[in-house]
Each structure stands twice: as C-alpha cells, then as structure tokens.
C-alpha cells in the first residue's frame, strides 16, 4: 500500500524530558500543564476550539524507533499483542491523549494533564465529544485485571 | 518540521462507498457492519485484543485532498476552525472511530458502528479504555446547541 505522509503542524512541550518519567495515561499526569506551540499559519484553524474544555492531541511517538507485535508491559508483568496495548512502539507510531484545555493564546495552547514527551510533533487536533466517546458496556479485556478504575 | 511517513498496516471494508452516505460519527452508523484486513504480518499484534468489546480504529481520511482553516459544516449550518471540528478535510488527514469489536478471524476483524467509507486504510487499532477516554465536567463547544446528547 502506498505510503502515507504527514507534516507536524505543532510541537508539544511538558515537563517530562524521557520516556522513563512520562505518564502512561493523563488520569496518571498529576495534572502536569503542557504547552502546545502550533505553526502560526494554522493558528484560524483553532477558532471556536476554546469553548470546549477537553480536546484530543495527535501525535507522532519521535523517540519510537522498531517494534515487536507482541510486547512485554513492565507495569502489568505480562504480554499481549501490540494493537491490544497502547505501547508508543507500534508498526505506525501514531498516540493520541485527550487533556484539559486551559486557555489559548494566539497560536498557543495551554493544557492540564500533559501525559507526552517533551518536543513531540503534533499531528492534529480534535474536540472531545464525551456522547460520541462514551460507550456502554464495554469490557476491559485482559486489562481489567487489577486495573484501578477511575 | 520533518515528513513523517507511515505505511497502511490493512484496510477497512464498509456499506458506504461514498463520503455522502457515510454516518458522521459511529452513533449515527445504525449498527452498521465493517470488516477491516490487517495485512497477514501483522496478525500477531492482534493477540488478546478479542477480550475487548471496543477498539479505536485509527486511519486516513484518503479521498481528503485539500482543507480549509475555517469549514462551513452543512448538517449545522455554522463554521468553525478545523480543529474545532472533525472533518475529514485537515491539515493531516487523520481520522479515528470507535467501534464494537464482534470477532476476530485470523487477520480479519469485524466491527459494528463503523462509520468510514468502504476502502479506507488502517493506520492503528487500539484497545478502547473508557476509565482514560471517559472526562467528566466536559463543555461541547459550539456542538452544545442542539447537539442531542446520547
């Protein structure tokens, strides 16, 4: 199949400069701020996205290089199949969080619950839509096991 | 900022063939049925993901050619920055769903609530983990008026 190119349209900035000290998830971030500096020339694209309070960030995982389809998590002690886990080592290095928006300014975001790498490219930004995001009756698969909940 | 290239990992099969008749959002998609085909060298990295009734399909937005920084949306008659919406016309073509997960048959998986157009390719699959994806105390944003909840 062809390949796909994208441009980053932003850098995102958080205090956790490794791998090692960034969070697995936002509901883990401790509420660390990150700030979102989009190129200017996308800066109209951001208007109206200031009336919603959460949004979802896209982004390139820069620092994965290989993978394997089947990974090993240290946090669970167990493996599973690379697209049944969220690992930034993946066959397309693609994440996505959905964080607080505090404010914005200008070509500017500023966000609570940063869980990515300092200097991540941004790919795109979404609104988040909790009646399109919220399902019901799903089940956790091989997570639920001694997963904490909210 | 450098390209970033990524590689189709399968494609997704759906009832729409066109943009025209695609749902906006899986709610909106009547249980349609999809079936997406990993590519075989992938199959692997599908282990345990069968214990998940939901998963987030990521993908290009492939007949996307061009995009506008402000978009006349023509279901609510109003326009907004393009990160303020989730049309598939953006800066980088990126588009994600969530949808059931019925079953998996070696390197194919089938889906209810698919809402893309029948041919579209796969980026990533992730498992779906409504205590991260799920925010309270949200704001929809410009969506708020009329937008009919669940």
Redo the contacts between chains.
């Keep these: ?9 932003g ?1 995102i900035h958080s205090p956790f400069k490794t791998p090692q000290e960034t969070p697995l ?3 883990l971030s401790k509420g660390a701020k990150g700030e979102i500096i989009l190129q200017p020339q ?1 800066e ?12 979802i960030l ?1 982004y ?1 995982f820069h620092l994965s290089k290989t993978y394997k ?2 990974v090993e998590l240290s946090h669970s002690n167990s493996s ?7 690992s930034p080592n ?3 290095p ?1 994440g ?1 969080s ?1 964080v ?1 928006l505090d404010c914005i300014n200008g070509s500017r975001l500023y966000v609570t619950n940063i869980d990515v790498v300092d200097g991540t ?1 941004l ?13 019901y ?7 639920a096991e001694g ?1 904490d ?2």
């Design positions: 199949m062809d390949l796909i190119q994208y441009k980053p349209v850098i998830q936002s509901k996308y109209e694209g951001l208007s109206d996205l200031n009336k919603f309070s959460h949004i896209f390139h389809l089947i599973h199949g690379i697209f049944a886990t969220r993946r066959p397309n693609i996505f959905v607080h490219p790919l795109d930004i979404k609104p988040f839509i909790p009646p399109i995001e919220r399902q009756g799903t089940t956790l698969g091989w997570l997963f909940g909210e």
